[in-house]
Every structure is written in C-alpha cells, then in structure tokens.
C-alpha cells in the first residue's frame, strides 16, 4: 500500500513540475492544470522526501 502511495505522490509531483517548465507558468497555475491543490503538492513533496529519508537510515 505504501508503495503506491508513494508511486502517486511522486507522479503529481512530476506533474506538476512538468507543467510549471513546459508552460512556464507558477505553482498555483500548475496545480490548478492538473487539478490538485498547491496543499497537495506539498504534501506529496514531503511524503516522498520523508520515505526517501527513511530508506537511506
């Protein structure tokens, strides 16, 4: 289960981030084109930066 959490969290995060440099717009405009919410995206941010932590202890 962890792992597909995981696997979603860190596919809006390439999401969104590809969609801030291939249309040059803002975060907010990003989340709002892939329909999440900047919340979101930072929770997902910190989600996959804490289990990446967890596996290099």
Known sequence: MEGK???NAET????V???MLKF???LSEA???VGT???E???AKDYVQ???EKRME
């Open 41 to 43: 995206y930072y929770k």
């Open 24 to 26: 040059h717009v803002d």
């Open 37 to 39: 919410t900047r919340e």
């Open 12 to 15: 809006l995060i390439k999401s």
């Open 50 to 52: 804490k289990e990446t």
């Open 5 to 7: 959490i995981e696997g």
């Open 17 to 19: 981030e590809t969609v």
């Open 31 to 33: 989340c709002e084109g």
